[in-house]
């Protein structure tokens, strides 16, 4: 690897400077500008440094499920090509001009995906939607631009606050957008025609893994007999066949551990016989922390740091789904490990 170059420094640049970019495609384009920087003059040489740098790249986030799938396509990608290479230099060139070409198609598919999912959108209807998606929201604006008339639901989301971000965006398109909390999926699901939510990753049995609170959604249209609907582009299929939750690369021992905060409520009688409740809040590594006025949304570092131990991601099993929208067509569940198969074999 060049000694000069650093792959997660120019990986975390490409998405601070381009923020509609996935993680998949960035992470790809990191590893394409770390061919152009490397002095491997050796294959064995060249594979070991491109397997460090997708390493460092997963190591580099607390959430790696979509970095990892870029990171694997891309490594099946350059050793499926470093069979009897002639020329090891114009080698190189080659893969650059190709992994160049492949981030130029990505932003592809989500287009290809929007045109593709708008037919199942009704025309008076109202969707459900979770947190922020960029191919959903996409998704959407076709809909709303094809003069079809509908509603949406966004579930606040509130550990990323995605679901303000969507409001955002659709409400800028014209498209009626109600934030709602996600408690209250249950509430309105009598209420909408379909749920569209996007992808994390897709995993080999056709399961999902996406921002947390999914699979209770899926849970809850199942029982309400509704379409839950996933959109994702196919360099987000990754090699993974989880179980359950606890199956997913994203868990460690300190998930749901909750140590971090504790919250005591001590309600008070004020002069004016109105009730104050306040909250003690301890901490192990600081038990000296005051009581303080509770609100909606705390602020204290405890408060951050309990927040850390909850999962960011969830898996959805493919019983609760309905069908994958996707650039490589509409998929049942069924049809992922297919599709793996041919771009890994």
Request: glycine share 6%; hydrophobic share 40%.
């Amino acid at each position: 690897m060049a000694q000069d170059f650093d792959v997660v420094a120019t990986y975390k640049n490409l998405l601070f400077s381009s923020p509609e970019l996935s993680m998949p495609v960035a992470a790809i384009q990191s590893l394409v500008e770390l061919i152009k920087h490397s002095k491997a003059t050796t294959m064995a040489e060249f594979m070991l440094s491109i397997k460090d740098a997708s390493q460092q790249l997963k190591s580099s986030v607390r959430n790696s499920i979509s970095l990892s799938a870029g990171c694997d396509l891309f490594l099946r990608f350059v050793t499926r090509n470093s069979q009897d290479v002639a020329d090891f230099e114009t080698w190189k060139k080659s893969l650059i001009v190709r992994g160049q070409s492949f981030v130029e198609k990505a932003d592809a598919c989500r287009y290809k995906i929007a045109e593709l999912g708008v037919p199942f959108i009704k025309d008076g209807g109202v969707v459900l939607i979770h947190a922020h998606s960029r191919v959903v929201s996409l998704l959407l604006q076709k809909a709303a631009a094809s003069h079809k008339r509908f509603k949406v639901f966004v579930t606040e989301s509130s550990q990323t606050q995605g679901g303000i971000r969507s409001a955002k965006v659709l409400r800028a398109a014209g498209i009626p957008t109600t934030i709602i909390l996600d408690a209250a999926v249950g509430y309105v699901i009598d209420k909408v025609d379909m749920v569209l939510v996007g992808a994390e990753g897709v995993v080999e049995n056709g399961g999902l893994i996406n921002q947390i609170g999914s699979y209770q959604m899926a849970i809850v249209a199942k029982a309400a007999n509704k379409p839950f609907y996933a959109v994702a582009e196919s360099y987000k299929f990754v090699r993974l066949f989880p179980l359950n939750q606890y199956d997913l690369p994203t868990y460690n021992a300190d998930t749901l551990s909750f140590q971090e905060l504790n919250v005591d409520y001590d309600p008070q009688t004020n002069e004016d016989g109105t009730i104050t409740t306040t909250s003690t809040i301890s901490s192990a590594a600081s038990p000296s922390t005051a009581s303080s006025q509770t609100a909606l949304h705390m602020k204290t570092s405890e408060d951050r740091a309990s927040q850390g131990s909850n999962p960011l991601v969830d898996y959805t099993p493919p019983n609760y789904i309905t069908l994958l929208l996707t650039d490589l067509g509409v998929l049942t569940p069924s049809g992922v490990s297919d599709e793996l198969i041919k771009l890994y074999l």
